[in-house]
């Protein structure tokens, strides 16, 4: 779960925290063993295919979970790459190295039991993009995949102060790629270690997945969520 505030507030509260600066993240495959608090580092050098949006969620060490969720992710990476060749799990911000709980800006996250995951895209010809549509100012976090006409707005009037967040524009160059998102979330509910993923109704609906009782709604104090997926673990 996520306030909203700008990727670059997040990540400079991060790089203040005790030790962040300190993580190595083009050392290999994440480490092995847990650290003091029991977390382990996911991947950061493009070794398997679970990949950072973008590097500085590694640099600032945001990218640390416990070894059950490691191990959820990387076996989720693995079978989408085996469905769609090419693609890869795209992680944004998790936990710090300490552990502590709650993790700015975030309302949880921080003992590594939260990760906060990509969508994926297309272009207009419905190409799969390789990326996002805009990974240097957001960091993953939005563009979002607003509700459609006809579709029922979760908070149609609005959120609360900073959780507030504007729709993409109509014209934007990028539309939701409904396949692999739906892949993804299927291989994540279907693990016995994830406890629950939260999403926007909107697109639980449209990928036809309403009603399942790990599927939740964050509510309308948090940011939205059709611009990623929060995962909780057990």
């Known amino acids: 779960m996520r306030r909203a505030a700008p990727i670059a507030v997040a ?15 083009r050392g290999g495959p994440g480490s092995i063993a847990p650290n003091d608090a ?32 490691r191990d959820v992710l ?17 992680f944004m911000d998790a936990s710090g190295p300490e552990g ?9 996250h921080g ?16 190409a799969p993009l390789k990326g996002f549509p805009d990974t240097s100012r957001y960091g993953g976090y939005w563009p979002a995949e607003p509700a459609r006409l006809g579709e029922a707005l979760a908070c149609p009037g609005g959120r609360q102060g900073r959780a507030e967040k504007p729709d993409p524009p109509a014209d934007r160059p990028w539309r939701l790629d409904e396949a692999r998102t739906r892949a993804l979330i299927q291989i994540l509910i279907a693990d016995a270690r994830v ?39 057990h």
């Open 195 to 233: 406890r629950r993923i939260l999403i926007e109704p909107h697109l639980e609906r449209r990928l036809g997945l309403w009603g399942h009782p790990k599927l939740r709604f964050a509510g309308c104090r948090a940011a939205r969520h059709d611009d990623h997926i929060h995962v909780d673990f």
């Open 38 to 69: 029991g977390l382990v580092s996911l991947p950061c050098d493009g070794s398997a295919p679970l990949k950072p949006v973008v590097d500085r969620y590694c640099r600032a060490g945001r990218h640390f979970v416990t070894p059950v969720a």
């Open 100 to 108: 502590v709980k709650p993790f700015p800006p975030h309302l949880s």
């Open 11 to 25: 990540l400079a509260l991060a790089a203040c925290q005790p030790g962040a600066e300190a993580v190595a993240w």
């Open 74 to 90: 990387t076996s989720a990476a693995l079978r989408m790459a085996d469905r769609y060749p090419d693609a890869v799990v795209w």
């Open 111 to 126: 003992d590594g039991r939260q990760i906060d995951l990509g969508l994926y895209y297309t272009d207009r010809q419905g």
